[in-house]
């Protein structure tokens, strides 16, 4: 089975086979009735009667085997013509990608530059050939991933004509026919296809196989496995955000009942440590659970005509010491422009209301600049991520925000993320404008991402409040000179002294990063901003009421900075003095 297979199959005959067997079914029926209305003749009695009855009666039992094994094959035609409908159209996708790349590609698969194109691609350079090799990696997984899907199919197809040639479908206790055609029918479905390997599967391998998957049984998958489908990187935003708060609700539903049950053990055994203890740390995580669900059903919107402001679930991982979540701010497979904000110590799923905001107004202010510089509809999507256990100074073991094991592990996840925003995004590589912005001992994480591989998709990256990143030039994060920015208030005195002695790598302050200023001043929207006076208002507004990002409660100068790189007008951004 390979490309070749997939362009030859006939959709057209399948669609005419479920047609002729439908109408075989028709003719089953009309005969299963002329044989009712023999057997019911008036006055006939004795024993001819008797014989006639058995024979009609085993001819009738027969029918209905017939029946069944009739429902089994149209059913089963029909789900191959769809299934097999849905691949040729991946394919023609695929090879169109392609061709925009000036590749193209032959069975069984391979992926070659087009030979027309070969003597421009001699002048490219070298981050040029890199590119182009990335791309073709990613049409490769893709092509075999239809392939591994095509010999799904017809396995599956194999499988279920094998029980119908050996008489396995075959319902005799069934009266009706109808009822044995509708068994036959539902006895022969094609099944989800081949998972990818859940042990070494990469989000570039995820995103072939969801893209090959036939929408029904997307949606199948989702309603059976919601807790893996929505944090499965490679999947496309919206499926995740169906599925996480299908199990958001579940999740919130059993820890309501598991906390109201602690509630009675505990009311009838005062004083029991143990219980107090679990009783605590359920309140927790149903707070965090609720302020999943707020920040979910937030207003984000710029004004009342703004359709691209709904959030979305993109991460829901309630298991584990903390709950892990991501909520994006209007959709970031549609959006040219998207944001990933990565937070410091202390940050868990109870902060999410505050960052989604933040992230809200963050979408606002960029959309401000774009409305005013030209990019006028071009839609901004700003994830609120936390994806990782930030180091908790507060419960007793401040020296994790000393270590870099939390940000190692949090620049894995991150990783996987950051490609899978990439590969999901309605727009191409080049379209596609991605920036990592990293917080306090976020900022740390999230230049490890970038040394991980994330600077594959993501073009800029903003580190603010930072107590240093392990890096101090744009080459070691994988980017362009004037790609990387720096944003550290003075005021900011613990964060400034831990960069500068080196406890996250060398000093940043003395990195090639463009130093983007946190001093109060008029920008170029001849908006005056505040400027940064503590390490938690980077990415604030200046007012605590009103609707922040916009000119009646504009983001403080570190806000608009974020914006202004968001929107890919980073020359608008205010340079440190």
Not at 108 to 131: C, I, K, N, W, Y
Not at 253 to 262: C, G, I, N, P, W
Not at 480 to 498: F, K, V
């Amino acid at each position: 089975m390979d490309l070749t297979d997939i362009d030859n199959w006939d959709t057209a005959a399948l669609d005419v086979l479920v047609a002729e067997l439908n109408g075989r079914f028709t003719s089953v029926v009309d005969a299963d009735a002329m044989l009712r209305k023999v057997a019911a003749t008036p006055g006939w009695k004795g024993e001819g009667a008797t014989a006639a009855g058995e024979s009609f009666r085993s001819v009738s039992t027969s029918l209905n085997d017939e029946a069944a094994a009739l429902g089994a094959a149209s059913e089963l035609a029909r789900q191959t013509s769809i299934a097999v409908g849905e691949l040729k159209s991946a394919l023609t996708l695929l090879r169109a990608d392609a061709s925009d790349a000036d590749m193209v590609i032959h069975p069984p698969p391979t992926v070659d530059d087009a030979s027309q194109m070969a003597p421009a691609h001699s002048d490219l350079t070298g981050e040029e050939r890199a590119e182009r090799e990335k791309t073709k990696r990613h049409l490769l997984v893709r092509a075999r991933a239809l392939v591994v899907q095509a010999k799904d199919i017809d396995n599956d197809t194999a499988s279920v004509l094998r029980k119908i040639v050996a008489g396995e479908i075959a319902y005799p206790e069934f009266g009706s026919l109808t009822e044995a055609f509708e068994s036959g029918r539902a006895g022969a479905s094609l099944t989800a296809p081949t998972w990818p390997n859940m042990d070494t599967k990469s989000p570039e391998e995820v995103d072939a196989w969801w893209r090959a998957l036939p929408e029904a049984q997307k949606q199948q998958m989702i309603a059976e496995y919601p807790g893996l489908i929505g944090n499965l990187d490679g999947v496309d935003a919206a499926s995740r955000d169906v599925a996480n708060r299908i199990a958001l609700v579940a999740r919130t539903q059993r820890v309501e009942a598991e906390l109201a049950a602690l509630d009675r053990a505990y009311i009838g055994a005062r004083g029991q440590y143990a219980l107090a203890s679990r009783l605590a740390a359920k309140r927790e995580e149903l707070d965090s659970l609720r302020a999943i669900e707020t920040a979910l059903n937030g207003d984000y919107r710029v004004d009342h005509n703004d359709t691209g402001a709904q959030a979305f679930l993109l991460t829901f991982q309630p298991d584990g010491k903390e709950t892990k979540a991501a909520v994006a701010v209007g959709d970031p497979d549609k959006a040219r422009h998207v944001s990933v904000t990565v937070p410091g110590v202390n940050t868990e799923a109870r902060s999410i209301g505050t960052m989604t905001s933040e992230a809200g107004a963050l979408r606002r202010e960029a959309l401000g600049i774009l409305a005013t510089t030209g990019g006028e509809g071009e839609a901004v999507s700003t994830v609120a991520w936390i994806g990782y256990d930030t180091p908790d100074v507060n419960d007793g073991a401040p020296w994790e925000a000393l270590g870099d094991g939390k940000a190692k592990a949090g620049a894995d996840s991150l990783v996987d993320f950051t490609r899978s925003l990439g590969l999901t995004s309605d727009h191409s590589e080049a379209e596609q404008h991605l920036v990592l912005n990293g917080h306090s001992y976020g900022s740390t994480t999230a230049s490890l991402a970038m040394q991980a591989g994330a600077h594959e998709y993501v073009d800029d990256t903003v580190f603010y409040g930072s107590p240093g990143v392990y890096a101090n030039t744009s080459s070691q994060l994988g980017l362009e000179h004037g790609h990387a920015y720096l944003m550290n208030d003075p005021d900011d005195r613990w964060i400034n002294l831990a960069a500068r002695e080196g406890i996250h790598g060398p000093n940043p302050f003395a990195s090639d990063f463009i130093q983007l200023s946190t001093d109060e001043r008029t920008t170029a929207d001849n908006v005056h901003r505040d400027g940064v006076d503590s390490h938690g208002q980077y990415s604030r507004a200046q007012e605590d009421h009103g609707t922040p990002g916009t000119r009646e409660n504009p983001l403080r100068i570190s806000g608009y900075n974020l914006a202004a790189v968001l929107a890919g007008r980073p020359e608008l951004a205010d340079r440190a003095e």
